[in-house]
């Protein structure tokens, strides 16, 4: 330290107390290096790809090599849309680049609003409150409409930021196995002993690919007297006779109190989300939702390219029936080509291994053929669940789901996968 200090004698004692700090952040910097060495050697540690063109079907790094993308959640093709593009441009030409507030100061353009009324028409909901992020609009939706007296019951297999909704809020805690309706029963019974009830669930869950039962949910809900609050992130564009998501597939439309939802997938993949619903509940969230309240307007290129998002699933189902057969496809040959495929009422596919270094074995295997997708296993599915999830897109043309079948057999034989 006496090194720092003779460098430091000109400084104030606030810089030098800066200075010192290094000494604490030693052993702190330790503790993270250990940390960061112990993720390593679970083989847990994250790496990312660096790509070096649009995200779409096929990519390219920043090696000049190519690969065919099957783990984006880009399901209706429309990272890299031409339409999308030139919406946004015309958008920041109209209503320049950023906002410098939040909605409710000097935040709001009409395009912000015409957005608002695009999800709200593709939803058929009353209104829409538009967030930075779907994980914001989880995160700002409970604690402002429920207290202590009140009883959140929530899927076990919800997503990360439903999760930390929940837990911003007093309510009291339910949970149920995913989508067991028994157990959901139960905690419905029991939290008769609260005011409201709200049960909250994703629509489609990321790993396995199965919808939640919100016929059956809605029916409970009604039984018991419960909101039924759920997020539509992987389920919106892609499920439902015109991918309108979970309410048209199970056509329980007006029975749904709260959707969620994210800009970052099907809708064009960029960022964004909205919590959409009825009226009282919308307005309520504006006045009282933290991340809206003080987290900043969403961009103008942003809304103006959703709104053409929306635009584009309004005149044609096209891409969404695209994707339906893009997923028939290749379901259909991975099961008659032997392997093990839960089964899936959604674009994404998961093929099951089972074992762990296996699950990362064979993702590294599909990249060195050019394939992308994802080895997950424990925690982030079950014990003894691993797996390698492929998420299908409308982007993708028979020649690449051709090309990631082909790689699934030859890396599925090498690996003793399948005969
Ligand atoms: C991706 C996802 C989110 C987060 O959406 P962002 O807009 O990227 O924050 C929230 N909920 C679910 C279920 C998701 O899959």
Redesign the pocket.
Same mark, same amino acid.
């Given at each position: 330290m006496t090194i720092f200090y003779e460098k430091c004698s000109g400084f104030s004692i606030f810089e030098t107390e800066l200075l010192t700090n290094i000494d604490m952040y030693g052993k702190f910097q330790k503790h993270l290096s250990d940390e960061l060495a112990a993720i390593k050697e679970a083989g847990l540690y994250k790496n990312e790809r660096n790509i070096a063109s649009p995200q779409s079907a096929e990519i390219t790094l920043e090696d000049g090599s190519k690969a065919l993308n099957f783990c984006a959640?880009n399901y209706l093709g429309l990272a890299d849309n031409p339409r999308i593009v030139k919406a946004a441009k015309a958008a920041m030409e109209e209503r320049g680049y950023g906002m410098s507030s939040v909605r409710f100061i000097c935040g709001t353009q009409d395009i912000h609003k015409r957005l608002e009324k695009a999800i709200s028409d593709f939803f058929k909901t009353e209104d829409t409150i538009l967030y930075a992020?779907?994980?914001? $609009?989880?995160g700002g939706v409970f604690e402002p409409l429920l207290t202590a007296d009140d009883a959140i019951i929530s899927d076990s297999l919800? !997503? $990360?930021?439903?999760i930390d909704g929940v837990r911003l809020c007093k309510a009291v805690r339910y949970r149920y196995a995913n989508a067991d309706m028994a157990e959901l029963e139960r905690c419905l019974q029991e939290a008769q002993a609260q005011r409201f009830r709200i049960i909250c669930t994703?629509?489609v869950f990321?790993m396995d690919g199965n919808v939640a039962p919100m016929d059956k949910i809605c029916d409970l809900a009604e039984k018991y007297d419960a909101l039924v609050m759920v997020?539509e992130? !992987?389920s919106a564009g892609v499920v439902g006779p015109r991918g309108r998501g979970v309410a048209e597939l199970y056509g329980c439309y007006g029975r749904i109190d709260i959707f969620?939802g994210?800009?970052?997938?099907a809708f064009g993949g960029a960022?964004?989300?909205f919590t959409t619903g009825r009226k009282e509940i919308i307005d309520m969230l504006r006045q009282r939702s933290r991340p809206y309240l003080f987290s900043n307007s969403i961009p103008a290129m942003i809304a103006g390219a959703a709104i053409e998002t929306f635009r584009i699933l309004d005149e044609s189902d096209e891409l969404h029936d695209r994707l339906v057969s893009n997923v028939s496809y290749f379901r259909d040959r991975m099961l008659a080509a032997g392997f093990d495929i839960k089964p899936t009422q959604s674009a994404i596919c998961a093929v099951m291994l089972y074992d762990a270094p296996l699950s990362q074995k064979f993702a590294a295997a599909m990249a060195r053929e050019g394939i992308f997708v994802t080895g997950f296993y424990y925690p982030v599915v079950p014990k003894g669940q691993a797996r390698i999830r492929v998420q299908l897109s409308a982007a993708h043309k028979k020649e690449h789901l051709d090309k990631a079948i082909e790689a699934f057999v030859k890396v599925g034989k090498e690996l003793g996968v399948i005969k």
């Open positions: 959640n992020s779907c994980f914001d $609009a989880n919800n !997503h $990360a930021s439903i994703d629509g990321s997020d992130s !992987h969620t994210t800009l970052g997938k960022v964004g989300g």
